[in-house]
T-cell receptor
C-alpha cells in the first residue's frame, strides 16, 4: 500500500459546483497534513494546512479523520481558476520529510 | 513567504553530460530539499541538502549520480551527472523553516530538464 494515496481524477465539474477530494495515508504516526495546489507547469504552492479540528479558508474546507487515516478537501462554489492538481502531503514523526500524494486533477468548466 | 529562485529554469542537454542546478533562498532556512517530478507524477524526494555536511539521499538516489552541495543556509546546488533520457524531468528545490514557519514547505519554480 502506498504511503499516501489520492484518486488522480480528473474531476470534471461545472462552475459553481461543490467538489471533494480524499487522501488516505498509511502511517498512523503521521502528524502534519497539508494540501498543496499545483498549476500546470508550475511549482506546488501551499493551499492550506489540515488541523485536527478541521479548518476553513473561504470556499475551501480541510478535514482530518485520524481514525480512518484520511484527509479531505472540500471546494464550494468552484471557479474556473480552481482548475489545478491538488496534492496531499503528509509528514510523519517530526522528521519534516513530507510524503506527497500523486495529486488529484480538477477541471472546472463553464 | 520568502522567494526561492532556481536556475536554469530549463535546459536541453546531451546524454553523458552533467548539469548543475542552483537554488537560492532570500532568507535563512533550516532545511532544503531536492525533488524530481516526472510528467503526470507526484514529487519524488531525491535528498535533503544538509548545510556543511553530506546530503541525505532517499532510496534509489545516490551521491555519484546526484551530488548536492549546501555551503550555507540560503543556497544549494544539485548536479545531475552522466545524464540519460530517463533523467528528463522537472527538478524542484524546496525550503522549510521560512520566516519562523517550521512545518511548511515552499518550492522554487523548478528546472525543466530534457536529455536527448
Amino acid at each position: 500500500r502506498k504511503e499516501v494515496e489520492q484518486d488522480p481524477g480528473p474531476f470534471n465539474v461545472p462552475e459553481g459546483a461543490t467538489v471533494a477530494f480524499n487522501c488516505t495515508y498509511s502511517n498512523s504516526a503521521s502528524q502534519s497534513f497539508f494540501w498543496y495546489r499545483q498549476d500546470c507547469r508550475k511549482e506546488p504552492k501551499l493551499l492550506m494546512s489540515v488541523y485536527s479540528s478541521g479548518n476553513e479558508d473561504g470556499r475551501f474546507t480541510a478535514q482530518l479523520n485520524r481514525a480512518s487515516q484520511y484527509i479531505s478537501l472540500l471546494i464550494r462554489d468552484s471557479k474556473l481558476s480552481d482548475s489545478a492538481t491538488y496534492l496531499c502531503v503528509v509528514e510523519s514523526g517530526g522528521s519534516y520529510i513530507p510524503t506527497f500524494g500523486r495529486g488529484t486533477s480538477l477541471i472546472v468548466h463553464p | 513567504s520568502a522567494v526561492i529562485s532556481q536556475k536554469p529554469s530549463r535546459d536541453i542537454c546531451q546524454r553523458g553530460t552533467s548539469l548543475t542546478i542552483q537554488c537560492q533562498v532570500d532568507s535563512q532556512v533550516t532545511m532544503m530539499f531536492w525533488y524530481r517530478q516526472q510528467p503526470g507524477q507526484s514529487l519524488t524526494l531525491i535528498a535533503t541538502a544538509n548545510q556543511g555536511s553530506e546530503a541525505t539521499y532517499e532510496s534509489g538516489f545516490v551521491i555519484d549520480k546526484f551530488p548536492i552541495s549546501r555551503p550555507n543556509l540560503t543556497f544549494s546546488t544539485l548536479t545531475v551527472s552522466n545524464m540519460s533520457p530517463e533523467d528528463s524531468s522537472i527538478y524542484l528545490c524546496s525550503a522549510l523553516g521560512l520566516a519562523g514557519n517550521t512545518d511548511t514547505q515552499y518550492f522554487g519554480p523548478g528546472t525543466r530538464l530534457t536529455v536527448l
